[in-house]
């Protein structure tokens, strides 16, 4: 698949608050992408764990599945509350959540999703869905907290991966459609101190082995080169770099605070081989303060 105009926005439910949430920003996205919404509620037969397919009208348990055709229609609801004329569709598919979304994610220009919907533990701040979707999915997944802002740049974090490139352009592109300013954020580390912990200054190493101004030079080179080309593409686009000697995780949730969106590879340098979500995604993912874009791959298509 080489081109997506025309897929639609995804977004899935499950009759959660922070579910609703998601909706009414997945309509907001499919009205500024002026694509249609499709809105998925992922359905298992309680007990047995697996669908049922025509069976399942004689079993007792059809009421769930009434249930579930209300949670989709109160969903599409709200999502019309955004835009009387947005084409919005709601479908009921059954299987368990997380293979229901990555298919569908297949032919999707966007994936949404709440960041936390029913069924987890209170405590925990990010679903397993959530976490699982963000690291497998087919196309970009944007994780909703709340209400977004409807002000601030877009944050984009940078290290120089090829996941951060694809990241990147997407960030470009969401900055582009909102009119706003592009914040290019590379944290680094000093190298590891002699008790094998990172540090966020030099001056504990020893022996000193590397030379502070030539490390810094080169982060920056990084960063530069990083944002160039899409800066070109994207002219109308405000960028501001932001070099920062940090905790790339703590640095990106921190920029987050003052966002419209944050947007980050879901693999970084030195993962293995995409299998799972990086760790600084997944710890952005658990703390980020505005909504989370995570970009696995994008497959060709553009970020509109």
Partial sequence: MTDRSGAPVVVGVDGSPSALDAARVAAREAVARHRPLRVVYAFQWPLLGTPLGPVAAALPDEDLRQEADKVVAEAVDEARKVDADLDVSGVVAEGAATPVLLRESREAALLVLGHRGLGGFAELLVGSVCIDLSARAHCPVLVVRDEPRADGP??????GSALSHEAIGFAFGEAARRGTTLVAVHAWLYPAAATGREVSGPGDILPLVYDPAELRAEEERVLAEAVAGWSERYPEVPVQRKLIAGAPARTLVEESGHAQLTVVGAHGRGSLGGLLLGS??????HHVRSPLAI???RRGHTAG
Wanted: aromatic letters at 0%; proline letters at 0%.
């Fill in 295 to 297: 970009v696995r791959h």
């Fill in 280 to 285: 600084v995604s997944q710890a952005v993912l």
């Fill in 154 to 159: 877009v944050v984009v974090g940078v290290d």
